[in-house]
């Protein structure tokens, strides 16, 4: 296969889908022959730092191929760890190309809007002679099963609680809401006191509050979140960037702690593993990741791989949202299940929502033969050529692969592929990678009582 002038070959290609071609395969062709020195940093909040020292080939000839490697390199660092300030070093030109990139109207002004809201910062690109050095922080969260504790987990369709009780769940409770649809903030902070106060009237004192939410949390505070979609700008800067510190008031003054539901499923995968250095990946409405790194801390970072890029194929799909192609939402979520039934032969109602479209396809499941296979064979390809590039970009040892699409017969297809995909292309990493669904013991382990376990007393 040839890109912008760059030969990658690519052995396992999906069925439904060949002309797919893995970002991490184009970039290791692609650095193959460049030799001019260039080096990226992203800052993020409290002065830290994201920094790649890397080459380009700065030839004429070459500069499409640079541009676009350098495009895919800074849009990857931003959605992985976050950013509000880009600054390269030893190329002016693809420099001033970032610039126009990410300025209003530019193909990258949604990542630049968005980045600029999360950080509350103007974003910015410039150039300089040296890029800053490297400046990360880790920090221990979670595992504390001491005391009376409140874990709660604000998910899309529904809301869980449990009141643990040194590390025991003596009550929990599932409720069906609707965040995503409902544009008063009041309606949301209710739903979560009702919640909480459900679960503190099964203990005899509440000691501490863990929350796990989708979205991007800073400080506790709602920096950006799904959850709140509706919400018009004015009231959630209003009543939704400190609606959880404000529901946890209504407890009680105790300590509390938020964090994004990714990370807290990557600390559910953890404790029930008893391990470190874990990857939580949940393929359900999107693409979903966490990460505990190495010294069982959570980094702070977005790991919003959802708007990652992980195909480089000019032709790959749009997500509608950020206006971008080729990125993880598109692959692992309802999304790609949805997009390659066509291919597979099977005709979806356009009337059917996206979670009705993914039942039909599991349904097709129960037959053994069914051409429903195809598509999760092809989502299992697509698993196995990104688990090398996240474990590029993580160094992560345990892989924990859970949401809608991969339950019953299609997750195990999906993992059965990825693997092979995995031994076959990259045996390096296939040696120091292990990529599983939750057993039972995890499960056990639930979103909500890893929550439960994040504050500290």
């Known amino acids: 296969m040839k890109h912008l002038g760059i030969e990658v070959d690519v ?3 999906p069925e439904l889908d060949p002309e797919f071609l893995p970002l991490y395969k184009f970039n290791t062709a692609f650095l193959k022959t460049a030799k001019k020195p260039v ?19 700065g030839t004429p000839e070459m500069a499409a191929a640079d541009c676009y490697y350098i495009d895919r390199l800074i849009k990857t660092v931003l959605w992985m760890k976050g950013g ?4 390269i070093s030893g190329d002016d030109d693809l420099c001033e190309k970032m610039k126009q990139a990410y300025a209003p109207g530019g193909s990258r002004a949604f990542d630049a809007d968005f980045m600029a809201n999360v950080y509350e910062r103007p974003f910015q690109v410039v150039a300089c002679d040296q890029v800053p050095e490297e400046k990360s922080e880790s920090k221990p969260v979670g595992r504390h099963l001491d005391g009376c504790r409140i874990g709660f987990d604000a998910g899309g369709s529904d809301r869980k609680v449990s009141a643990v009780i040194d590390g025991e769940p003596v009550f929990s409770e599932e ?14 902070f209710e739903g979560i006191v009702s ?6 009237e099964h203990m005899p004192r509440v000691d501490a509050i863990g929350v796990s939410s ?69 393929m359900g409405t999107s693409e979903a990741v966490g990460y505990v790194d190495q010294d069982g801390n959570i980094t702070g970072w977005l790991n919003e791989l959802a708007f990652m890029p992980v195909d480089a194929n000019p032709k790959a799909m749009e997500d ?23 291919a597979a032969g099977i005709q979806l109602d356009e009337s059917l929502s996206p979670a009705e479209k993914l039942k039909k396809v599991q349904a097709l499941m129960a037959e053994e033969g069914s051409p429903a296979e195809g598509i999760y064979r092809s989502i299992g390809v697509y698993l196995g050529h990104s688990l090398a590039y996240y474990h590029h970009l993580y160094g992560c040892k345990h892989v924990l692969l859970l949401g809608r ?22 045996p390096e990493v296939a040696k120091e990678i292990k990529a599983a669904l939750p057993d039972e013991k995890a499960r056990r382990v639930g979103q909500s009582v890893a929550a439960a376990s994040l504050p500290e007393m």
Request: glycine share 8%.
């Open 11 to 13: 052995k396992n290609l």
């Open 39 to 57: 080096s990226v940093a992203v800052e993020r909040a409290g002065g830290q730092m994201a920094t790649y020292h890397t080459f380009i080939h």
């Open 84 to 87: 509000f300030k880009i600054y």
């Open 175 to 188: 409720v069906v809401w609707f965040p995503k649809t409902n544009a008063d903030p009041d309606y949301h």
């Open 195 to 200: 919640a909480m106060k459900a679960a503190a």
């Open 214 to 282: 989708a979205g991007i949390y800073i400080d506790n505070r709602t920096m950006n979140a799904s959850l709140f979609l509706k919400v018009p700008k004015d009231l959630f800067d209003a009543k939704v960037k400190d609606i959880y510190i404000r529901a946890a008031k209504e407890i009680g003054d105790v300590p509390v702690t938020v964090c994004n539901d990714g990370d807290v499923t990557a600390l559910a995968g953890a404790m029930s593993l008893n391990e470190n250095n874990v990857l939580g990946i949940a």
């Open 320 to 342: 509608e949202w950020s206006g971008d192609i080729g990125c993880g939402v598109k692959y692992f979520s309802q999304d790609s299940v949805i997009k390659l039934a066509p």
């Open 405 to 426: 699409v991969m339950s019953g017969r299609g997750g195990d297809i999906i993992l059965e592929t990825a693997n092979r995909v995995l031994a076959d292309e990259y």
